[in-house]
């Protein structure tokens, strides 16, 4: 149980274009779920914190604009990335926190598979 | 802010044997909790471990386990047995609230 599906694996987008991302949970509702960006071999950073029904909070330093995210049902929430450019080439993953597990952060967090953007 | 440091951005262990990765945190909360994940090269976080900071004993994890020193603000992991499985990237992490503050990671390989 408690699998969260993330789509695309991976997309390849001309600069100037938007791409949106997909993150989906399966088997359970998700309250809240996570954006996190990780360039290669390094750590994954928090984007924002999205809940359903309620604007994104987005970390410091992270464009709202730019990365749109909407949350409108309990199992999915999408990111979109507007007028992509090169720089925005990251690995992008998702995580979900079930509605009936609670808030707390010792609440398991469920990761999707991530998306690979590559801006051309 | 939080932040939590891996001094070890590389860690090599013969299968079979012992190694331990290092976690130091810095935060002025006391009710904390503290995890290690693991990323193997299909990039899928996997968790491995967790802590209560309230709690005093160390948890484990079958070969997993850690050395949780409060005072310290360490969380070391330690893994058993090593198998090739076991390589990939251990990402230690700190939550409070809501949100979830990872290490720069620690790419582990295990030597046949």
């Known amino acids: 149980g408690a699998v969260v599906s993330q789509h695309p694996s991976w997309v390849i987008c001309k600069s100037g274009t938007s791409v949106k991302i997909e993150c989906r949970s399966l088997?359970?509702?998700?309250?809240?779920m996570f954006w996190y960006r990780q360039f290669p071999k390094q750590s994954l950073m928090l984007m924002a914190t999205?809940?359903?029904?309620?604007?994104?909070?987005?970390e410091q330093g992270v464009e709202k604009d730019k990365f749109l995210i909407n949350h409108a049902s309990l199992t999915l929430s999408t990111l979109t990335v507007t007028s992509a450019h090169p720089e925005d080439s990251s690995f992008y993953i998702c995580?979900?926190?079930?509605?009936?597990?609670?808030?707390?952060?010792?609440?398991?967090?469920?990761f999707g598979n991530g998306t690979r953007l590559t801006v051309t | 802010a939080q932040t939590v440091t891996q001094s070890q951005p590389e860690m090599s262990v013969q299968e079979a044997e012992t190694v331990t990765l290092s976690c130091t945190y810095d935060?002025?909360?006391?009710?904390?909790?503290l995890f290690w994940y693991k990323q193997p090269p299909s990039r899928q976080m996997i968790l491995v471990i967790r802590?209560?900071?309230?709690?005093?004993q160390n948890a484990t994890e079958n070969r997993f386990s850690v050395n949780f020193q409060k005072a310290a603000k360490s969380f070391s992991l330690k893994i058993s047995d090593s198998q090739l499985g076991d390589a990939a990237m251990y990402f230690c992490?700190?939550?409070?609230?809501?949100?979830?503050?990872f290490g720069e990671g620690t790419q582990l390989t295990v030597n046949p």
């Open positions: 088997d359970f509702q998700a309250t809240t």
């Open positions: 995580s979900a926190r079930a509605a009936k597990s609670g808030t707390g952060p010792n609440s398991p967090l469920h």
């Open positions: 999205s809940n359903e029904g309620s604007k994104a909070t987005y």
């Open positions: 992490a700190y939550a409070s609230g809501s949100r979830l503050t």
């Open positions: 935060t002025s909360e006391s009710d904390y909790y």
């Open positions: 802590q209560e900071a309230y709690k005093q």
